[in-house]
Structures are given as structure tokens and as C-alpha cells.
């Protein structure tokens, strides 16, 4: 019913920024509640950051709160992840993730539509 295709990862220094992007195609993107969750090396997926429908609404890994926004335009279908001051710890494979079951959500067996995820390497 969706398609996600994301864009913008690569590899930075620490400190740097990267602005990952989110393509959405197949449905009424506004439905749905966007997210963006990651997994680094031989880890499970973790929660990154979320945004509600209506667009009002953000949630955030306290590892990234502070330094991660969460953005969307309706009007491109678009979800946007900001990375400012980047750390190693932050490498892995960015995945944008769409769910309708909640207004917002947190927990990643909440969504349910997943691009291929791009990945995000942060040299020390």
C-alpha cells in the first residue's frame, strides 16, 4: 500500500550533520504516522525518533533528544531526520517507518510499512 525510499545517509566525521530523507509513494501519506528507527551492528532495530499525523506531535530516543529532528511536508510525502552533532555511536542503517494504528508511535512493532533503510557511518 506504501512505499519508502530513503536517502541522504554516508559517512561523517564527529560533530557533523546529515539530513536523512524519506519518499513515500502508494497511499495518502497523511494517514499515517512517520517514523524513523535504526540498527547498528549486530543490534535489534531501536527507536529513533516519531512524528504524528498531523504533524504536530514528535518523540525521541533519549539518546538523540537534543540533537535529531523529526520533520514531514505533506505536500512532497515526505519525512525528514535532521542529525546535528553526530557521535560513532550514532552508526547504523537509518530505516524510515510509516504505522496507522497510533496517532504516534514509539515502539517499532507499531509500524508497519519500512523502506530499505540507508546507512549512516560516524568516524571518531
Known amino acids: 500500500q506504501v512505499q519508502l525510499v530513503e536517502s541522504g545517509g554516508g559517512l561523517v566525521q564527529a560533530g557533523g550533520s546529515l539530513r536523512l530523507s524519506c519518499a513515500a509513494s502508494?497511499?495518502?501519506?497523511?494517514?499515517?504516522?512517520g517514523g524513523w528507527v535504526r540498527q547498528a551492528p549486530g543490534k535489534g532495530r531501536e527507536f529513533v525518533a516519531a512524528?504524528?499525523?498531523?504533524?504536530?506531535?514528535?518523540r525521541y530516543a533519549d539518546s538523540v533528544k537534543g540533537r535529531f529532528t523529526i520533520s514531514r511536508d505533506d505536500a512532497k510525502n515526505t519525512v525528514f531526520l535532521q542529525m546535528n552533532n553526530l557521535e560513532p555511536e550514532d552508526t547504523a542503517v537509518y530505516y524510515c517507518?510509516?504505522?496507522?494504528?497510533?496517532?504516534?508511535?514509539?515502539?517499532?512493532?507499531?509500524?508497519?510499512?519500512w523502506g530499505q533503510g540507508t546507512q549512516v557511518t560516524v568516524s571518531s
Open positions: 502508494g497511499s495518502t501519506f497523511s494517514s499515517y504516522g
Open positions: 512524528i504524528s499525523r498531523s504533524g504536530v506531535s514528535t
Open positions: 517507518a510509516l504505522q496507522r494504528l497510533l496517532p504516534i508511535a514509539t515502539m517499532t512493532s507499531n509500524y508497519n510499512y
